[in-house]
C-alpha cells in the first residue's frame, strides 16, 4: 500500500472526527453564511487545477479544502435560500447520507446486500405518504431530469408497442414523429426529449388558461382532435416553478379515455403536497398517471441527489433499460430488479436518506414542514404587498412566491437583475430571476425544512433595504 494511503488507513478514526467537526462547524454557521459567496472567493487558488505527483493525505486534504474554499460555499442549505427549488438536509436525511458513503453499497439487485429491499421499503413508504396506488412501483435516481427522461423513456416504449414496435429494440426512427404536449413543461424534460431521441421539436406548446400557467383542457382537445394518429405523450404539470401551477390531472385523465396517450406528470416538488390534506385536491387524479416525477432533494428535504420515478407500466420499463449480461442476474419481473429499470448500472445506496426521513420524521413531520412552507410563502408574499416597491404576479397558493418590481423607469429587466445583484451582496436571503408572461420577473420557493417567521422578517428587511438602495 501506498505510504500515504497506509498513514489514512491508520488514521482513519482521527479522519472521521475531523471531517465531523468541520461538519459541525459549517452548519452552526449556516445563519450566518451568505446565501450567495463574492465571486473572488468561488476561485480556485493557482496551482489546485493541477494533480500533483506528491498526496498530502486525507487531513491535510480537509484542511486544505476548509482553509481556502469554505467562503465560497453558498448556504443553500440553509433556512434562507429561496432560490430555484432548493430543498436543504434534515439531521436524519444528512445522517443517511453519510452513511451510504461510508457503507458503500451497490444498490442494484445484488442478493448480497439489504439495499434494493431499503429502497423497495422506502418507495412503498412514499407512495403510502402521498395516496399513490399499489399500481405504481418506483426507483431512485438522481434527480427529477431523470425521472423526467424515465418516464419519457417509458412512455416512448408505451407508444412503439400500441403500434407493434419495441423501440428499445429498434430504435426510435420505427415509431417516427412523436408529439409531446404540454403548456409549461419544466426545461429538464426538453432535454430528455433530446437525449432520448425523441428530439425537443416533438415539444409542442399547448395554450394555458388565461392569467395561469395551467394548461387550457380544451386547447389540448383540439389539439388531439386534429391529430388522431399521431403517438403523442402528454407532459403536465403538478407544480410549474414560476407560479405552482397545477394541470388539471382528471380532465386530462378523461382525454386521456378518449384519445388515448401516455400521461407523464412532473411532480418534483408539487407532488409532495399530496401529504396535506388541504392541498391533496391540486393533485387529483395523478393516481391514474402513466408516470410521475417526485423530487427528494427538494420539498422532502434529502441532500442531492435524489429524485423518485414512478410508473404503472414496470414490463415496459424493463424492456427500456435491462441490461442482459452473462456474468449478471437476469431481469425479472420485479420492483426491485433495478439493474433492469434504471438508466444506471451501478448505484450508490440512494435511498437510505429518504428512508431515514421517513422512518424519523413519519407522515406528521414531513406534513409539517410542507404545511409551513407554504404558511410561510403566503406571509412573504402578503408582506411584499404591504411594501411599497413590489407587487405579486400571481396569488401565492403553496410555497413560491413570484413578484416583480413596482415604478420601473427604464428597462425592466436591468432593474431585476441589478436589484438581484443587491440582494445577492446583501447575503440574507436568496430569490433567482425568472420571466412570467414574458416579463421580468422574481422568484423565492420555500422548500428548507429550517425556514422559520423570524427568517420571513429577515427576508423583507433585506428585500427592502435592497429595493431603494443605490448599486
Ligand atoms: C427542479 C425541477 C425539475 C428538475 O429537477 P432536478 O432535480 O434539478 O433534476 C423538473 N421539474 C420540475 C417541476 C422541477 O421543479
Not at 421517513?358 to 410563502?377: P, S, T
Request: aromatic share 8%; hydrophobic share 45%; proline share 5%.
Amino acid at each position: 500500500m501506498h505510504p500515504t494511503l497506509q498513514q489514512d488507513l491508520t488514521r482513519f478514526p482521527l479522519i472521521l472526527d475531523h471531517t465531523r467537526r468541520l461538519a459541525e462547524t459549517f452548519l452552526a454557521g449556516l445563519n450566518e453564511r451568505p446565501v450567495c459567496p463574492p465571486a473572488a472567493a468561488q476561485q480556485l487558488r493557482p496551482g489546485d487545477d493541477r494533480l500533483s505527483a506528491e498526496g498530502v493525505g486525507a487531513q491535510a486534504a480537509l484542511d486544505h479544502f476548509w482553509q481556502h474554499y469554505a467562503d465560497g460555499l453558498s448556504a443553500s442549505a440553509g433556512p434562507r435560500y429561496f432560490g430555484f427549488v432548493t430543498g436543504g438536509a434534515t439531521p436524519a436525511s444528512l445522517a443517511g447520507d453519510w452513511l451510504v458513503s461510508v457503507f458503500d453499497q451497490n444498490s442494484l439487485l445484488s442478493h448480497d446486500t439489504i439495499a434494493a429491499a431499503i429502497e423497495l421499503a422506502t418507495i412503498e413508504q412514499l407512495k403510502s405518504l402521498l395516496g399513490l396506488p399499489a399500481a405504481f412501483s418506483g426507483s431512485l435516481v438522481s434527480g427529477a431530469t431523470m425521472a423526467n427522461f424515465c418516464g419519457l423513456a417509458i412512455g416512448r416504449q408505451w407508444l412503439g408497442a400500441q403500434r407493434g414496435v419495441n423501440v428499445a429494440q429498434q430504435g426510435v426512427a420505427a415509431l417516427g414523429m412523436v408529439h409531446v404536449l404540454a403548456a409549461c413543461p419544466h426545461s429538464s424534460s426538453e432535454k430528455a426529449l433530446g437525449m432520448l431521441g425523441i428530439g425537443r421539436d416533438a415539444l409542442t406548446p399547448i395554450a394555458t388558461l388565461p392569467d395561469s400557467e395551467a394548461i387550457d383542457p380544451d386547447a389540448l382537445e383540439r389539439h388531439l382532435a386534429a391529430h388522431p394518429a399521431t403517438p403523442t405523450i402528454v407532459l403536465a404539470s403538478a407544480g410549474t416553478v414560476n407560479t405552482t401551477a397545477f394541470d388539471n390531472i382528471s380532465r386530462l385523465l378523461a382525454l386521456r379515455e378518449r384519445y388515448g396517450f401516455w400521461l407523464h406528470v412532473d411532480a418534483a416538488f408539487g407532488g409532495v403536497a399530496a401529504c396535506s390534506p388541504a392541498c391533496a385536491p391540486l393533485l387529483e387524479g395523478w393516481q391514474q398517471a402513466d408516470s410521475i416525477t417526485v423530487d427528494a432533494h427538494k420539498w422532502l428535504n434529502v441532500p442531492y441527489d435524489s429524485a423518485i420515478q414512478f410508473t404503472r407500466h414496470l414490463a415496459l420499463q424493463m424492456q427500456v433499460f435491462q441490461n442482459v449480461s452473462a456474468y449478471m442476474e437476469a431481469p425479472a419481473l420485479r420492483p426491485d430488479h433495478y439493474l433492469h429499470l434504471t438508466p444506471e448500472n451501478s448505484r450508490r445506496f440512494r435511498a437510505l436518506p429518504l428512508w431515514m426521513a421517513l422512518k424519523a420524521y413519519g407522515r406528521d413531520g414531513i406534513r409539517d414542514m410542507v404545511e409551513r412552507n407554504i404558511l410561510l410563502a403566503k406571509q412573504l408574499g402578503d408582506g411584499l404587498t404591504a411594501s411599497e416597491g413590489f407587487y405579486l404576479l400571481a396569488p401565492v397558493n403553496l410555497n413560491v412566491v413570484c413578484f416583480a418590481l413596482t415604478d420601473i423607469t427604464d428597462d425592466a429587466e436591468a432593474e431585476r437583475d441589478n436589484f438581484l445583484a443587491r440582494l445577492d451582496r446583501h447575503g440574507i436571503i436568496r430569490c433567482t430571476a425568472t420571466y412570467y408572461q414574458g416579463q421580468p420577473a422574481i422568484r423565492a420557493a420555500l422548500v428548507n425544512w429550517m425556514t422559520e417567521e423570524s427568517d420571513i422578517a429577515l427576508a423583507l428587511d433585506s428585500l427592502r433595504v435592497c429595493r431603494f438602495t443605490a448599486n
